[in-house]
């Protein structure tokens, strides 16, 4: 990706409700769409990624759906728990033959209380 | 399956000294790639490496900065003659052959220049 705009934070929530993180991006071309979690202390871990348009990722409860019309990737959970307490990071690809170059967000804190 | 280390997790130098920032990919990985995290911004694409090539280093620093992926042993980031603008967390990330843009990131080694 050329650029990403990601959600602002931090985000606080209570357990049990509902996440929106959005993520909007430009490039060239339509590259695989990533969404990457980092707890407290670690490396960045893989969460879900879609490849092509209206393709939707999936993992642990998380969900996105590649957006090619309005370009992006928004991160969704029905209820979180405090365990999903972790920086996220949107991050497309760059497309073409440099899918492998991620582009990544600044990244969005949440916090989930109990 | 051991995921993909770094070390040191931590690294302080003066201005003026080199840093040596090693990564080991995960086992069966033959693709590497750096990036740089600056405070409050979010990860950038330095270089990717096979082994005993660089592929693609569109986003490391003309000067200074170098890395290599040698046949044996780990990659190695190498900042010479450091300053404190060079402070930051480096991540390195590797890929299976036949998923580049899938990437398992390492811990990181946190670069702290006095």
């Known amino acids: 990706g050329d650029s990403v705009t990601q959600m602002e934070g931090p985000v606080t929530l209570s357990e049990e409700a509902f996440l929106t993180i959005n993520c909007t991006y430009t490039a060239t071309g339509y590259p695989s769409l990533f969404w990457y979690v980092q707890y407290p202390g670690e490396g960045l871990q893989l969460l879900l990624k879609a490849t092509k348009a209206d393709d939707k990722g999936s993992n642990k409860g998380f969900e996105a759906t590649y957006r090619k019309e309005t370009t992006s990737f928004h991160l969704e959970k029905g209820s979180v728990q405090v365990s999903d307490s972790a920086v996220y990071f949107c991050?497309?690809?760059?497309?073409?033959?440099?899918?492998?170059?991620?582009?990544f967000g600044k990244g969005t804190l949440l916090t989930v209380n109990p | 399956n051991a995921g993909v280390m770094q070390n040191p997790r931590h690294l302080v130098r003066r201005r003026g000294q080199e840093a040596r920032l090693r990564c080991s990919p995960m086992k069966g990985h033959s693709h590497v790639y750096w990036y740089r995290q600056l405070p409050e911004e979010g990860l950038k694409f330095m270089v990717y490496l096979q082994k005993e090539n660089i592929i693609d280093e569109s986003g490391m620093p003309k000067e200074r900065f170098s890395a290599e992926f040698p046949k044996e042993g780990p990659s190695i980031l190498r900042i010479q003659q450091v300053v404190r603008g060079d402070s930051a967390a480096y991540f390195c990330?590797?890929?299976?052959?036949?998923?580049?843009?899938?990437?398992?990131f390492g811990p990181g080694t946190r670069l702290l220049v006095l």
């Open positions: 991050a497309p690809g760059g497309g073409g033959g440099s899918n492998y170059k991620l582009t």
């Open positions: 990330a590797s890929s299976p052959i036949r998923e580049l843009e899938t990437q398992y």
